[in-house]
């Protein structure tokens, strides 16, 4: 059996209406179950004080018995002689004063009628209230049951969905940390370096990127932190053309910054690369003051 078998027989083992075989099986397992036991001397408690709950019953008034006396001495009194004919002749015999008159064994037998369905009627509605009782404290203990497991099914759903979020982040941390491995590494990598013009004399960064796939990574330092509202952007700048855009990153409170990004061909033979201070939307064209800026290839 399941333990919850076991908990739906405890209402009735409180109203003692189980059979000898069912409180053999409940008793074994409320020896081993601490929170059944505590359960079942719950419902017994909430069933014992519905004794003091029921509505009281009034007993017979005393002058009942009093005025039934009084008619049946009155009816002995009043009994007249009962004649009896024989074939000898006429012959009259005096009936028995212990002769009980139909009236008095029908008011007797309805006064204990009444009585026993009195007595009845408030044991039955004494059994339904204690049955109701018993039905909803067990409703309640499951509804408050149902809640604790649904408070613990959302705290580890969070817990859940917060460990996926630390493995996500950890796995892009480590496959950008092999990428830029693998990059470093590449046959074809390009190094740049990058120095602080007199907006930041102290800055200095270094770009590489793979020449033949453009993907690219910048490691700046000492960069002073943007504005609310600005960002630092890349630039490519190629001879005979106009500057093309690169991304923009921020730095964070010791001025350093690390981003990623592809190089388009255009931009893979520029004779110079800069950062500027732009809007942190980002600019199609170069627009603010010159932080970082390569020697011209």
């Not at 009084?70 to 007249?80: M, N």
Request: with cysteine.
């Amino acid at each position: 059996m399941k333990h919850e078998d076991y908990t739906e027989m405890l209402a009735l083992a409180a109203l003692d209406a189980l059979d000898e075989g069912e409180q053999r099986t409940l008793d074994a397992h409320l020896a081993e179950c601490a929170d059944c036991r505590a359960e079942l001397n719950a419902l017994r408690d909430a069933a014992a004080s519905l004794v003091y709950a029921a509505a009281p019953v009034a007993p017979v008034a005393p002058e009942f018995r009093t005025r039934i006396l009084a008619r049946i001495k009155s009816q002995a009194q009043d009994a007249p002689l009962a004649s009896v004919a024989s074939s000898n002749g006429a012959a009259t015999l005096p009936t028995s004063s212990n002769v009980r008159s139909l009236d008095e064994f029908a008011a007797r037998r309805e006064a204990r009628t009444g009585t026993v369905s009195r007595r009845v009627a408030m044991f039955g509605a004494l059994a339904a209230s204690i049955a109701v009782a018993a039905l909803l404290i067990s409703l309640a203990l499951v509804w408050q049951r149902n809640n604790r497991l649904q408070r613990e099914l959302a705290r580890l759903a969070n817990t859940v969905n917060q460990t996926e979020q630390q493995l996500a982040q950890t796995r892009q941390e480590l496959a950008n940390t092999r990428a830029d491995r693998e990059l470093l590494a590449a046959p074809e990598a390009l190094t740049a370096t990058l120095a602080g013009t007199k907006m930041a004399e102290r800055a200095r960064a270094r770009l590489t990127f793979d020449e033949r796939t453009g993907r690219a990574m910048l490691v700046a330092a000492d960069l002073p932190p943007a504005p609310a509202g600005f960002a630092y952007q890349l630039w490519f700048i190629a001879e005979g053309r106009p500057p093309m855009p690169g991304k923009v990153f921020t730095t964070d409170q010791t001025g350093h910054a690390e981003m990623h990004d592809t190089v388009p061909p255009e931009g893979r033979h520029a004779a110079v690369y800069a950062v500027t201070l732009e809007p942190a939307s980002g600019m199609s064209a170069p627009t603010g003051e010159m932080y970082l800026k390569s020697s011209a290839s």
